[in-house]
């Protein structure tokens, strides 16, 4: 029988250059890390030439395989790099390693393109808070020792990092922030995830990381890549099981929620804004308030009129309950409500409550949130323009623009298109005229 030919594993070959190793030294490298995990290896260059000719190891060699080029060449690998297959357990560091390929691919321009050709999945799997959280579980095995130790200072660095990203977010739009989410995520948090720490500072750890990488997630959608954002935020799950944050963990689902009703998939933004109701029942008036606003939504995408309206309640008497706070990452104040209130009403054909509520929402909303105002006007004007108000919504298109212009945004981006495009059957109107002058002057600049 003729043997099956394998794919050589040029990744595999091209670390070995880096290392400058041969395949006999690295086999004797991967047997040394090996005993220190308590294993008895005997591998010489016939087992790394058949890894190299596209055999896979076993799944703990693969393991020692990782390691080894991580302490050589002083940085992360992952297993795609490597051209291995990795484990697929969450719980695991693995989680650590995917993250990482995420993040790469994301900084990267040559890959970027791939990513944002993903398919959204609307029937994904949502790995479950209690299957994640394992407080009881010893720590997984780590060949070796690991070269660096953690302490708060790190976690705070990440914290404070979060809070400048969204800052930047808000200010000058998705396509600053996230690159530099994801490299931070690479570059920093990674390292620091696989280091020694105490167990209370390597759950605070797991849980800065999980905020950050959801706000990479929350960036991705607004982004329109929906699948790099539902990648991101499984990963934001996984992180937050494993550090037992359910406020994190209640608050990504909330996340793939409003990505699953702004891509129109209403029954699958009710199961997942359910799912995170669930996750948290012992969440905070804000975060209560948070996910019932977004159940509203999706009950009334699925036609359930009254559940819609009666969640919208609960979520207005929960707000009221919150203190004055105010989070940069997952934050939910009056500004939101509204803006929920007006899908609602959008959803059940009362589109001149919906134009009140929204402008009331834009009324209250924080002087520095750009991105979000730029969003809420592009919606603002559409709405306007389908009930014949055209004056109004040139004039919010106008504001629409202020913000616009500023800002590095694919979902404004979008809006720009959908404002040209709308605008067209109105040539006769001067208003109109005049504003699509100034979209043509916006767009060259943008362009």
Known sequence: MAQRSRTPNTGLSTLLEQAGWSRSQFASIVNRVGAEAGLVLKYGQPAVSQWVAG??????????IIEAFERKLARPVTYAEAGLTGSADPASPDTVRDLVDLGR???????????????????????SFPALARADSPE???????????????????????????DILDELGAGHARPMAAAFLVNTVAPWLKAEAAAPVRRSMLAAASDLVYLTGWMAMY???????????????????????HVTYCRTLR???????????????????????EAAPAAG?????????????????????RQAFARLREAEEALAQADDRRDSVGGYDRTAYLFH??????????????????RESIRVQPVNER???????????????????????????????????????????EHFEVMTMRLRSYGTVRRVRDLRERARHVGSLKG
């Open 140 to 166: 997984p095995i780590r060949p070796g020792k690991a070269t660096t130790r953690i302490g708060q200072a790190q976690v705070t660095a990440v914290e404070a990092m979060t809070d400048r990203i969204a």
């Open 255 to 277: 996340g793939m929620s409003l990505q699953a009703s702004n891509l129109g998939y209403g029954r699958r933004a009710l199961e997942l804004a359910d799912s995170a109701a």
């Open 55 to 64: 055999h896979q190891p076993r799944p703990q060699v693969r393991a020692l």
């Open 371 to 413: 991105q979000g105002r730029m969003h809420a006007y592009g919606l603002l004007a559409q709405r306007q323009l389908s009930i014949g108000h055209v004056e109004a919504a040139c004039e919010s298109w106008d504001r629409f623009l202020d913000d616009y212009e500023g800002l590095s945004s694919a979902r404004g981006d």
């Open 341 to 358: 209130v007006a899908h609602v009403q959008h959803e059940t054909k009362d589109v001149p409550g919906s134009v009140r509520t929204l």
């Open 223 to 245: 982004e329109r890549q929906h699948r790099l954002g539902q990648d991101y935020y499984v990963s934001a799950l996984k992180l937050a099981g494993e550090a037992e944050e």
């Open 285 to 305: 008036p804000r975060l209560v308030a948070f996910v019932r606003g977004q159940q509203a939504h999706g009950a009334a995408m699925v036609g359930d009129k």
């Open 105 to 127: 691919a994301d900084m990267d321009p040559t890959r970027r393109r791939v990513l944002a050709a993903g398919v959204f999945s609307a029937a994904l799997a949502i790995p």
